[in-house]
């Protein structure tokens, strides 16, 4: 079951993505999920430096993923867009913490034939919040109308569930989207270059701690409370050739799931070790919830709002995408 321990511009993303796949092209051999190291199968994974890779790093410096016979070396990357081609041309072998909308719409266009390794996690109370500074004049999500509000990327997850609670607490319009990395949102919120940021842990707290920014609204709240954020994505075409490592890769994740349910302070103590939170911040987070197991019903509850937000063009059936 699951755990509750914890969660640009388009020339800014081009680049990253460009140097992403510069990068891997120049490591050659050892991005060949087909080579071994010392008889063990290599596994590239990209991953966001978010709350939601944190099981993939447990796995790998536990020994989790050694104990299963895997080599998964990882790529960092500041958005889930910038690892799409490189996992479309099998550059990586997978994209851990992929926002789902990214890579849903990828597939819906054609783009990408994706398939779910592994869910990373669900929304839980307080890991993202839309922050505004505290002497803002914006009291309420009917005050943010019109109003410039920072999301990663624009048209994906933060707007997507946002819209949803907006509609519920009946405000009469939307806030205008900024797209801003997580990272520089802090900063373009204390220059005042947007009104709020919709920010997820570690920055969250980050934002709160250094700026003394002010919670407008939980952005896990109802209607989207507990709803599928981000997964640990791969293609068919890997899927359908690489049964076994994925199996093995499952496995590791699921017994990091359990270390971190046993010791929820497992998961504290590795984010100073991928992200830029600090141990004194990683102490007080809040986490989202790390699933154990994959629940294609509760994904569904996302595609379905990108069905009636227009971010689809056809229904989606996660079940048929699940890696069993």
């Known amino acids: ?49 978010l709350v939601d890779s944190a099981m993939l790093y447990i796995a790998r410096d536990r020994g989790l993923f050694e104990k299963e016979g895997l080599d998964v070396r990882v790529q960092q990357i500041q958005q889930s867009l910038q690892a799409l081609p490189a996992l479309s041309k ?18 819906d266009k054609g783009t990408l034939d994706i398939r779910i390794v592994a869910e990373a996690i669900r929304a839980a109370p307080k890991m993202m919040d839309v ?8 009291k309420s999500v009917a005050d943010l109308t019109g109003r410039k509000l920072a999301v990663n990327v624009l048209n994906n997850v933060q707007s997507l569930t946002f819209n949803e609670i907006l509609a519920e607490q009946g405000a009469p319009g939307e806030p205008v989207y ?48 507990s709803i599928p954020l981000s997964g640990y994505l791969t293609t068919e075409k890997y899927a359908s050739g690489n049964a076994d490592a994925l199996a093995a890769f499952q496995r590791a994740l699921k017994a990091a799931v359990k270390i971190a349910e046993a010791d929820p302070e497992a998961v504290r103590e590795v984010l100073p070790t991928y992200t830029k939170v600090t141990e004194k911040q990683a102490d007080s987070i809040d986490l989202p ?5 994959m629940d294609a019903a509760q994904i569904a509850r996302l595609t379905e709002l990108m069905k009636k937000q227009g971010m689809l063009s056809k229904p989606i059936d996660p079940a048929t995408l699940l890696v069993r």
């Open 1 to 49: 079951m699951a755990s509750r321990p914890s969660c640009s511009g388009r020339g800014k993303a081009a680049a990253a993505a460009i140097a992403l796949a510069l990068a891997l092209t120049a490591c050659g051999d050892d991005n060949d999920s087909t080579s071994s190291d010392g008889g063990r199968r290599t596994v590239t994974v990209a991953a966001l430096p």
């Open 90 to 107: 099998g550059q990586i072998d997978m994209v851990a913490s992929a926002n789902y909308v990214t890579y849903f719409q990828a597939h």
């Open 131 to 138: 922050l505004v500074p505290k002497d803002s004049d914006i």
């Open 178 to 225: 900024r797209q801003i990395p997580f990272p520089q949102m802090g900063a373009a919120l204390d220059k005042g270059q947007v009104d709020a940021v919709h920010a997820v842990e570690p920055y969250d707290s980050a934002i709160q701690d250094e700026l003394g920014a002010r919670v407008l609204v939980d952005g896990a709240s109802a209607p989207v409370e």
């Open 289 to 293: 919830v790390f699933p154990g197991t």
